[in-house]
């Protein structure tokens, strides 16, 4: 049988992509703030799921939960919203969609994991130190006591190729052609991994009927330092040049919580299942500049 899909949450970084790759008739597909084309609003912490998608004959086989606050900072300073957004209602989704005899696929994150070690397996437990990490973390529990097929994508730091605001690379872009000074830790371990694989690995798992908790990352370790060092490698020269970084530790950088230092994930449960190779650093800032030769600040820059 033909998947048929909703999405909550489907004009974020990961939601938005998802959207782009299935057909009209295969995903429903959410959004709260921002407009998205085609999508229903809804607010997931004021409707209910039953009462909006979940009626008698609706037809749905699985649902991707994408939404939430995700900015640390916000998820630390405004606590009790971001509790009742990301966890609450959260939960309240997972009930309805189970009820209703929908396979629930949470979207996670490296967070839930403290940063003392790594790379993380699926099978560790989570020991979280943000705010937003805790948050995932209580979801996780209650997802995985389900008596009904459920599964959880642990996703680390997602970029892409192509501009978007949530997209690291386009946002160092934009420090760079207006002279910002950019801080790179050096010893923050992570797992990048572009978008459009963790579409696959979604796609892949809803089509497998795969349930169980799988990490989906990148299969590279590496500092933030080391992937703005791939960054300007490709780079077109007056741009590298232009670029001020300040390597530093990440006890340098301001943040509201304790930040993790190693939130490397290990990749390779669900690489072996499915085959799926995630595409190196070094491809995704290649095809990043490739992208933008001829675009904006980057074309008058360069003389394009």
Known sequence: MKPKILLIGGSGFVGSRLVDSWGADQITYTFHRRPNRGGVRFDVTSERLRDRFLLRGHGFTHAILAHGITNLKQCAVERQKADEINVRATIVAVRDLVDAGVHPIFLSSDGVFDGTRGPWKEQDLPCPILSYGRQKALVEAVVSNL????????????????????????????????????????????????????????????????????????????????????????????????????????HEIPSFEPLPQNCALFNVKIRELSGIIPRSINEVCRDFWLAHMHVGGVAQLVGK
């Open 147 to 250: 008596s009904t097929p459920w599964t959880i994508l642990r996703l680390s730091k997602v970029i892409s190729s192509f501009s978007d605001t949530r997209n690291l690379l386009s946002d160092w872009l934009t420090w760079i052609l207006n002279s910002k000074v950019i801080s790179c830790a050096t010893d923050q371990l992570f797992t990048p991994i572009d978008v459009d694989d963790v579409v696959w690995i979604v796609k892949f798992v809803i089509t497998g009927e795969h349930t169980g908790i799988y990490h989906v990352s990148g299969s590279e370790i590496i500092t933030r330092y080391d992937l703005m060092r791939a960054f300007l490698r490709y780079s077109p020269h007056k741009i590298s040049e232009r670029a001020i970084i300040r390597p530093c530790t990440l």
